[in-house]
C-alpha cells in the first residue's frame, strides 16, 4: 500500500498546510471530505440500486410466493429480475469495499506522519530515533518520535530533519492528542488522565456514528421493518449480517491504533449519514419529476 500512501500522504501535507490553519484534526475533516467526494459516484450508484429494488419489490414478493419452497429457482428467478431492470445487488458493497484499503492507507499516514507528511527519509528518522534513545529515553514508533520533539526539541529536530521541516500539531481542540492510542486501562493513566481519559469518546463516537449509519441507511432504504415468518431469499443476507458486527470491530481497533483513525471513522460516518439523506431526497424528488 506505500505506493498508494504516497500521494495520498501529500495530499494530507497540502491539507494540513493550506486548508486546514495546521491543525490535525481539520486535515482530517477535509481530507474525509475529498475522499467522499471521490466516492461520490459510486455511493450514488448503490443508493440508485436501492431505490429500484424498492421499486420492483411487488414482484419480488410474487416470485416467492410462486416459488415458495424451491429457494435455488427463487434465487434464479430474482436475478434474473434484477438483470431486468438493470439492477446489480452486489452495488451496495462497492463504496464499502473501496474503502477497506483506504482504512489501511488511512492508518499508515496517521501512525506515520514523519513519513507520509512532513516527507521525511527512513534514515533521518532513524537519525531522530537515535537522539532520543541516546538520552536514555525510549520510542517505539513515528507518533512517539513526533511528540518527543514537539515538547521542548523543537530546534534539535530542525537540526537533524533540515530547517524547512515541520513538526505535526496532533492536537485537536487542546482537549484530543490524535496521535495518541486510547487505552480503557485507566490504572495506567496516572499523571496522563488529563491526556487519555478524553480519548476514550474518539472509540464509543466511532462505534456509535457506525451504528447509526447503518440504522439510517437502513430505514432510508427499506422502511421499518416488518416481522415475516419467511423471508425472502437473497444473495445479500449473508453479507448484511457480517455487516452488522462491523462497528464491534471498530470499537476493538480504535483501541489499538492511533486515535486518528477513530476520529477519521466518525467524521466519515457523519458524512455518510449526511450524504445518504441528502441523495435520498434529491431522488425523491426525481421521483416527482418522473426522472428516476
Same mark, same amino acid.
Given at each position: 500500500?506505500?505506493?498508494?500512501?504516497?500521494?495520498?500522504?501529500?495530499?494530507?501535507?497540502?491539507?494540513?498546510?493550506? &486548508?486546514?490553519?495546521?491543525?490535525?484534526?481539520?486535515? #482530517?475533516?477535509?481530507?474525509?471530505?475529498?475522499?467522499?467526494?471521490?466516492?461520490?459516484?459510486?455511493?450514488?450508484?448503490?443508493?440508485?440500486?436501492?431505490?429500484?429494488?424498492?421499486?420492483?419489490?411487488?414482484?419480488?414478493?410474487?416470485?416467492?410466493?410462486?416459488?415458495?419452497?424451491?429457494?435455488?429457482?427463487?434465487?434464479?428467478?430474482?436475478?434474473? &429480475?434484477?438483470?431486468?431492470?438493470?439492477?446489480?445487488?452486489?452495488?451496495?458493497?462497492?463504496?464499502?469495499? #473501496?474503502?477497506?484499503?483506504?482504512?489501511?492507507?488511512?492508518?499508515?499516514? +496517521?501512525?506515520?506522519? &514523519?513519513?507520509?507528511?512532513?516527507?521525511?527519509?527512513?534514515?533521518?528518522?532513524?537519525?531522530?530515533?537515535?537522539? *532520543? +534513545?541516546?538520552?536514555?529515553?525510549?520510542?517505539?514508533?513515528?507518533?512517539? *518520535?513526533?511528540?518527543?520533539?514537539?515538547?521542548?526539541?523543537?530546534?534539535?529536530?530542525?537540526?537533524?530533519?533540515?530547517?524547512?521541516?515541520?513538526?505535526?500539531?496532533?492536537?485537536?481542540?487542546?482537549?484530543?492528542?490524535?496521535?495518541?492510542?486510547?487505552?480503557?486501562?485507566?490504572?495506567?493513566?496516572?499523571?496522563?488522565?488529563? +491526556?487519555?481519559?478524553?480519548?476514550?469518546?474518539?472509540?464509543?463516537?466511532?462505534?456509535?456514528?457506525?451504528?447509526?449509519?447503518?440504522? *439510517?441507511?437502513?430505514?432510508?432504504?427499506?422502511?421499518?421493518?416488518?416481522?415475516?415468518?419467511?423471508?425472502?431469499?437473497?444473495?445479500?443476507?449473508? &453479507?448484511?449480517?457480517?455487516?452488522?458486527?462491523?462497528?464491534?470491530?471498530?470499537?476493538? *481497533?480504535?483501541?489499538?491504533?492511533?486515535?486518528?483513525?477513530?476520529?477519521?471513522?466518525?467524521?466519515?460516518?457523519?458524512?455518510?449519514?449526511?450524504?445518504?439523506?441528502?441523495?435520498?431526497?434529491?431522488?425523491?424528488?426525481?421521483?416527482?419529476?418522473?426522472?428516476?
Amino acid at each position: 500500500m506505500n505506493f498508494i500512501a504516497r500521494p495520498f500522504g501529500v495530499l494530507m501535507e497540502f491539507i494540513y498546510n493550506n &486548508l486546514a490553519f495546521h491543525n490535525y484534526g481539520m486535515a #482530517i475533516i477535509v481530507f474525509t471530505i475529498f475522499v467522499k467526494l471521490i466516492l461520490l459516484p459510486l455511493s450514488v450508484k448503490q443508493q440508485r440500486s436501492m431505490e429500484r429494488q424498492q421499486a420492483i419489490a411487488p414482484e419480488l414478493e410474487a416470485l416467492k410466493n410462486k416459488y415458495k419452497g424451491d429457494n435455488k429457482k427463487m434465487q434464479e428467478e430474482q436475478m434474473n &429480475l434484477y438483470s431486468k431492470y438493470n439492477i446489480s445487488p452486489m452495488s451496495g458493497c462497492l463504496p464499502m469495499l #473501496i474503502q477497506l484499503p483506504l482504512i489501511l492507507i488511512i492508518y499508515q499516514i +496517521v501512525r506515520q506522519p &514523519l513519513t507520509y507528511i512532513v516527507g521525511l527519509a527512513s534514515d533521518t528518522i532513524n537519525r531522530l530515533k537515535d537522539f *532520543i +534513545v541516546g538520552l536514555g529515553k525510549t520510542v517505539n514508533d513515528e507518533i512517539s *518520535i513526533n511528540a518527543f520533539f514537539l515538547d521542548g526539541y523543537v530546534d534539535k529536530f530542525h537540526e537533524i530533519a533540515g530547517a524547512g521541516s515541520q513538526l505535526i500539531n496532533t492536537r485537536f481542540l487542546k482537549i484530543f492528542d490524535l496521535g495518541l492510542t486510547p487505552k480503557f486501562q485507566f490504572w495506567e493513566y496516572g499523571d496522563q488522565w488529563k +491526556v487519555y481519559v478524553p480519548l476514550l469518546l474518539i472509540p464509543l463516537l466511532a462505534v456509535g456514528t457506525s451504528y447509526l449509519q447503518m440504522w *439510517i441507511t437502513d430505514r432510508i432504504n427499506n422502511g421499518p421493518k416488518k416481522k415475516k415468518k419467511d423471508s425472502e431469499p437473497s444473495p445479500m443476507a449473508g &453479507l448484511a449480517g457480517i455487516t452488522k458486527f462491523l462497528p464491534l470491530m471498530t470499537l476493538v *481497533i480504535a483501541f489499538l491504533v492511533p486515535a486518528g483513525l477513530g476520529f477519521y471513522w466518525t467524521v466519515s460516518n457523519i458524512f455518510n449519514i449526511l450524504q445518504t439523506i441528502l441523495i435520498k431526497k434529491l431522488f425523491n424528488i426525481k421521483k416527482k419529476e418522473g426522472s428516476v
